[in-house]
């Protein structure tokens, strides 16, 4: 357009890859449309201001949408028509006229007209039929014939025979005759599909096969491989020597241990300390070039572009390799291909080659080798199994001889129990370790999940054979090594299962509490599984997702579960000690714990009176079980000797005598007084070490009768008694730590990243939509007020120009007058003067 | 004969229905529930009936037409010295339900537990007291005179009779239960009683200060009934202005290990929340019983530490003048004794002011990672806002462990010391007292 036109408004920055709309304008385009548009709408509108008059368009649907346009214009067409029906038009003259042609009316030829497909039959290209010739050429052909015909056929029976009726006939037969070759067609190209697919099967058949004589010349170009050259190739292949690490002495290795230790080590007291983990991890390396965005390239995992029989090779290997399959049921070719690719190469190839084609070959010779050379793989393979077991176990030679060498990871617990029922120990462990090694994670997918749920039923195995009569302990203390190897493999796995475990435990305690208002101490497997839990996991973390609610867990037992019998007084002490292991490393301060045993210290007291000493629940200063652990027994004192409480007792208490019971009470007394010991010297540190242990210090001290305690006991006694007097008393007062100073307010900018320009930083979504409301509002009524206005000067401008053209007609109108009057007035003068001068 | 023969024989009709009642009065004490059950219905159908056709003439309009002694006698039935009959009170519940049969009934128990204590020569009767109480405890009082709407007798004149004025019935209700209460409980009843106490007993009294002699005594008792008692001496102190000296050297004795394992802990705290909210209380009074809920802190399970320290906190927030327990910085560098005294019963005396927190300082080595971290805020100076208890007070060990249970861990770190069987560690305490048989 016209540059003169054109006004470019021009940007302050050129920004990239920004599209704008307004680059360029052209205002005397708009401004006229603008005007064009004013005088099709509002000036019509002021023109016709005072008009009452109204124009009717009445138009058959011209205003219902409902309508389409064609049929619109159709029910026009049949109106019109309805309005002329019956009106005849005398200069109308050729309106009932029919044309003919040959007598024959040409609308009816035109009806009957049937194209015949030229061009769909082949064989007859080019040639035409009578009939067909007969047809589109008019009568001339027909006559002839009729002529040849009417010779030989009666006269009366042609003659009936219209024009129309032989005309029909003759299309009757082409039609005929053109189905007649379509089924023909179809029917070969039946035959033709059919005969394709059985040469498909039988091309497999001769596909490898080439013809015999040439078999035989390949047969004896190829003979056996040299031995020679068998061992040239091996060498070619064979991985060059390379340098490796030099073999690590055992100071060295042991360095490395321990080296590896101490980082366990302080990774276990950094969780101790419950610290922010996220502060205290280093970050890691950054390289100079980084451009700080988060990518990474650690692992270039885009595929090698590489071809196959002419195709890109997209698909991993596993199904390329059923792809090959595919491929080879497919065409010849491909096969063809492969023939030769295969005869070339070398043949260590051929075997997998072989292999893979193993279930559609046809060469007997083939698949026998090819069987054969399964077979020695398995053996090999077992080989190799039964030799990394005997590297490892020589040992168990003895049960090997009976056991198989794999199995497969049970899929329930029953199926778990009978693998393991009726086996020694040993065997046991054996199965189990070998299950593990059949199953390794890294030799199959779903291996896995199978061993996680191993774990599972290995707990479970565990549980129930502690819940025995004659609970087996000695086992349970085996199968604990299986259960770590596997919880070091499946930490997650392993923590909700023992989880779920304590949930179960917990949650039938609390039923349990609901139901009755108390709870009796768990049986010995959940005693054992809280003892796992501190073998599997650390026990010392601030936080842990098993330990802390086995903590929890332990406490309420502590607490809630009475204590009525001497079992549950070996069952509290048990956890007592459960308490003092998980804490042994962290050193923290368990409540339950101090208060529980001096309960029981309590319990071997006789009945007292004044006691400075409060015993808390499950423990009660009166009551029929407040002397559970008193022995009176003069004997019994004298003849006790300390022993190892066996665990087993917990479930068969009943059976032993009188005087073993006061013996195992004795003991019990003699733990519990190790245990005093043990947190005395556990919690030295803490400071209000001599508020806590108190009341234990005042039961020992004032309540205790130490003498007529065996002399065993007393040294336990006075053992124990010595670690709590020797402490000193050291109090400091406690000072806060400092606040650190809040920073004064400054008038700083407050400086906004600006992520996206152009768009307003509003903070939340629904903000950023108001304002936009706002915005878009403000924008449309400065338009709108904008339109009024030019609107009003447009229509100003009309009523301007109408006045003018008003005044200037009437102007011209009165200068018309004025003309017209002076020469009237001019003739008259000229009149009179002529007069005056005759 | 001065009577006509029809009223010999009304006479003789009204001699057998006498027989009759009394044969029923007799029947409640069958062993069977079914025959009791039905001669109380029966009993209670001819009250109905003899309330609408009083057997003796109305003298003039405005007497009350009630057979109160009929009532009598189911009341005594319902009430056996001997057995526990709350089935038969808890069949009877229904009838509670009309203004003028519980009116009646109220008057008849009063009546009824004087006869019985003064024959018995105030000996505990446990199971009489606890059907007493059966009966009683339930009773739905109405709490304006517009809600007094359901008897069991219509009667026209009933606005102007007594038993329909609210006022009345709080009369009766009070001398109802000052006399049942006036007697020796046993102490499970004693509980029950206290618990609901100021919920359903004292709104409905006309002088609530009347229930101060038995609260004063309950308070004394020590123990749970102390701290159960608490909760009526509130409601005393709060809305009816008792003076109760020494309350608060009261209820610092109160303050023993076992507070922390009860029942009523949540309550207990609750209310000591409220009487520690006072500003006006002095320095060395909430230093004591900060100092004393801490000391006895050292035995609490973790779902009671949870609550402590935070109320603990509050207190520091609300009395700023304690805050030398966990700021002291020009005191004495080293003490070889805790100056407060555990054993002073005078708050005044215990020298808590003296002292320092060590004991919450013991529990930041506390096992639950939530009570170590909640007391290791008291090593920073407290936040202006007061911590929200209420959701604390009824924690239970059960929801601790639960809460712990279902946290979602990223990983877990393993032990790395290897096995060697299930008592296998180093220096493994098991291996020294416990052996595998």
Redesign the interface.
């Known amino acids: 357009s016209n540059p003169f036109e054109v006004k470019v408004n021009r940007q302050k920055f050129d920004i990239l890859g920004r599209k704008t709309k307004n680059d360029v304008g052209l205002p005397g385009v708009s401004r006229s449309k603008a005007i064009k548009k004013r005088t099709h709408t509002l000036l019509k509108e002021y023109k016709e201001r005072e008009k009452a008059n109204v124009f009717k368009d009445k138009r058959f649907g011209e205003y219902n949408t409902n309508i389409t346009p064609e049929e619109k214009m159709i029910r026009r067409f049949a109106l019109e028509r309805q309005q002329n029906y019956g009106k005849k038009n005398i200069y109308n003259l050729n309106e009932d006229e029919e044309l003919t042609h040959y007598g024959q009316s040409l609308a009816e030829i035109e009806k009957l007209n049937d194209i015949v497909d030229s061009d769909s039959d082949t064989e007859e290209r080019g040639t035409l039929s009578a009939e067909l010739t007969a047809a589109h050429f008019g009568g001339g052909g027909g006559l002839l014939r009729k002529k040849v015909s009417s010779g030989q056929e009666d006269e009366e029976e042609e003659k009936p025979k219209s024009r129309k009726e032989l005309i029909e006939e003759m299309i009757a037969k082409s039609k005929q005759e053109k189905q007649e070759r379509q089924t023909r067609r179809e029917s070969t190209l039946e035959l033709t599909e059919k005969l394709d697919n059985d040469w498909k099967e039988i091309q497999t058949l001769l596909a490898r096969k080439p013809p015999k004589s040439e078999r035989k010349d390949k047969e004896v170009e190829k003979p056996k491989p040299d031995e020679y050259d068998m061992i040239v190739r091996e060498l070619g292949f064979e991985m060059k020597a390379k340098p490796s690490e030099r073999m690590k002495t055992e100071e060295e290795l042991a360095k490395e241990e321990q080296a590896r230790l101490q980082k366990l080590e302080a990774d276990r007291l950094r969780r101790m300390r419950g610290t922010n983990e996220q502060a205290e991890k280093k970050p890691s390396h950054v390289s100079a070039d980084d451009l700080a965005d988060g990518f990474i390239l650690d692992k270039d995992d885009r595929r090698l572009l590489s071809y196959k029989d002419g195709k890109i090779n997209i698909e991993n290997e596993e199904e390329e390799k059923e792809d090959e399959e595919e491929d080879e049921e497919g065409g010849e070719e491909e096969d063809e291909n492969e023939e030769e690719s295969e005869d070339e190469s070398a043949s260590e190839d051929e075997d997998d080659a072989a292999d893979s084609h193993s279930d559609l070959d046809s060469d007997l010779e083939s698949e026998e080798e090819d069987a054969g050379n399964k077979e020695e793989k398995k053996h090999k393979t077992n080989e190799n199994e039964s030799q990394t077991v005997e590297e490892l176990d020589p040992k168990r030679e003895a049960a090997k001889s009976e056991l198989p060498y794999t199995f497969a990871v049970p899929e329930s617990y029953e199926a778990f129990k009978s693998l393991l029922a009726g086996r020694t120990i040993e065997q046991q462990l054996i199965i189990l370790e070998r299950i593990q090694k059949c199953n390794h994670p890294s030799l199959a997918v779903g291996n896995k999940a199978k061993l996680e749920k191993l774990f599972g039923f290995l707990l479970e195995y565990i549980g129930e054979l502690a819940t025995l009569d004659l609970p087996e302990l000695r086992t349970i203390d085996k199968l604990v090594l299986p259960l770590y190897n596997l919880c070091q493999m499946f930490p997650e796995a392993a923590s909700d299962s023992v989880k779920f475990i304590l949930r179960d435990a917990a949650h039938d305690m609390e039923e349990v509490i609901e139901v009755k208002g108390r709870a009796a101490l768990p049986g010995l497997d959940t005693l054992i599984y809280l003892k796992i839990t501190s073998l599997l996991f650390p026990t010392s973390d601030f936080w842990h997702p098993v330990v802390t609610p086995a903590f929890i867990y332990m406490s309420q037992l502590l607490t809630k579960c009475r204590i009525t019998t001497l079992q549950d007084v070996i069952k509290g002490l048990f956890i007592c000690c459960l308490f003092l292991e998980y804490v042994s490393l962290s050193r923290r301060f368990v409540p339950e714990l101090i208060n529980f045993l001096l309960g029981v210290l309590h319990i071997s007291l006789p009945k007292k009176q004044a006691q400075g000493y409060t015993v808390v629940h499950p423990f009660t200063p009166v009551g029929k079980n407040s002397e559970l652990l008193l022995v009176c027994d003069k004997e019994d004192l004298e003849s006790w000797q300390k022993q190892n409480l066996p665990l087993g007792i917990v479930t068969r208490l009943k059976e032993t005598s009188r005087t073993e019971m006061n013996h195992i009470r004795l003991s019990c007394l003699a733990l519990c007084f190790d245990l005093i010991k043990k947190c005395a010297a556990l919690y030295e540190s803490l400071p209000s070490f001599h508020e806590i242990m108190h009341p234990v210090r005042i039961l020992l001290t004032q309540h205790v009768q130490v003498n007529e305690y065996p002399e065993k006991m007393q040294e336990w006694y006075h053992s124990a008694l010595k670690e709590l007097e020797t402490k000193v008393k050291h109090y400091t007062p406690l000072i806060c730590e400092k606040k650190k100073p809040v920073p004064l307010k400054q008038y700083t900018p407050k400086i906004v990243k600006v992520l996206e320009f152009g768009r307003k930083q509003a903070s939340s979504k629904k903000e950023q939509e108001r304002k936009q409301l706002i915005q878009r509002h403000k924008r449309e009524l400065k338009g709108a007020i904008r339109e009024i206005r030019k609107d009003n000067q447009f229509l100003a401008r009309m009523q301007l120009s109408e006045i003018m053209e008003r005044d200037s007609a009437r102007k011209r109108k009165v200068k018309e007058l004025l003309g017209s009057l002076a020469t009237q007035e001019g003739e008259w003068k000229a009149m009179k003067r002529k007069k005056w001068k005759n | 004969d001065r009577y006509s023969a029809e009223d010999k024989y009304k006479i003789w009709m009204r001699h057998r229905y006498q027989d009759c009642v009394g044969c029923l009065g007799e029947l409640m004490g069958h062993d069977a529930f079914q025959v009791k059950e039905l001669s109380l219905c029966t009993l209670m159908k001819f009250v109905e009936l003899e309330a609408q056709y009083p057997l003796i003439k109305i003298e003039w309009k405005g007497t009350l037409t009630f057979p109160f002694d009929l009532l009598k006698v189911v009341v005594d039935g319902l009430l056996p010295v001997n057995e526990d009959a709350s089935l038969l009170i808890s069949r009877f519940q229904e009838y509670m339900e009309y203004d003028d049969v519980r009116y009646f009934v109220m008057k008849a128990v009063t009546a009824n537990i004087g006869q019985v204590m003064q024959k018995t020569k105030e000996r505990p009767l446990p199971f009489y007291q606890q059907n007493v109480f059966s009966l009683i405890s339930p009773i739905n009082m109405p709490n304006k005179e517009s809600d007094m709407v359901k008897f069991m007798v219509k009667q026209e004149n009933r606005e102007e009779l007594k038993m329909s004025k609210l006022q009345a019935h709080r009369q009766v209700f009070q001398k109802m239960w000052l006399t049942f209460l006036k007697h020796k409980l046993p102490t499970g009843l004693y509980k029950k009683v206290l618990v609901i106490l100021h919920d359903s007993v004292l709104p409905y009294m006309n002088e609530p200060t009347l229930m101060m002699d038995f609260l004063t005594v309950a308070y004394g008792i020590g123990g749970a009934i102390s701290l159960l008692a608490l909760n009526g001496l509130f409601i005393l102190i709060h809305q009816h202005n008792l003076e109760y000296p020494d309350f608060y050297k009261k209820l610092y004795s109160l303050l023993?290990?076992?507070i922390?394992?009860v029942k009523y802990r949540a309550r207990f705290f609750h209310l000591t929340d409220l009487f520690l909210s006072s500003s006006h209380l002095p320095a060395y009074l909430v230093a004591a019983f900060i100092k004393r809920l801490s000391?006895l802190a050292?035995?609490?399970?973790?779902e009671s530490l949870l609550m402590i320290i935070p109320f603990i906190c509050n207190l520091f927030r609300r009395h700023p003048a304690c805050r030398v327990?966990?700021?002291?910085?020009g005191?004495?560098?080293?003490?070889?004794?805790?100056p407060y005294i555990m054993e002073e019963e005078e708050p005044s005396e215990s020298r808590a002011l003296e002292s320092?927190?060590?004991?919450i300082?013991?529990?930041q080595?506390?096992?639950?990672?939530d009570v170590?971290k909640a007391a290791a805020v008291?090593?920073?100076?407290l936040s202006e806002m007061e911590d929200d208890i209420s959701g604390l007070l009824e924690l239970s060990?059960?929801e601790?462990?639960?809460k712990?249970?279902k946290?979602k861990?990223t990983?877990?770190?393993?032990?790395?010391e290897?096995?060697r069987?299930?008592?296998?560690?180093k220096?493994?305490?098991?291996a020294?007292?416990?052996?595998?048989?």
């Not at chain 2, 020294?432 to 048989?437: G, P, V």
């Open positions: 023993d290990p076992s922390y394992h000391r050292l035995t609490a399970p973790p327990l966990v700021h002291r910085p005191g004495p560098a080293d003490m070889s004794e805790d320092s927190l060590w004991e300082q013991s529990l080595n506390h096992y639950h990672p170590a008291l090593n920073q100076s060990g059960y601790l462990f639960d712990e249970v946290k861990a990983d877990v770190p393993l032990e790395f290897q096995v069987g299930l008592f296998g560690k220096n493994d305490i098991f020294e007292h416990f052996s595998l048989d």
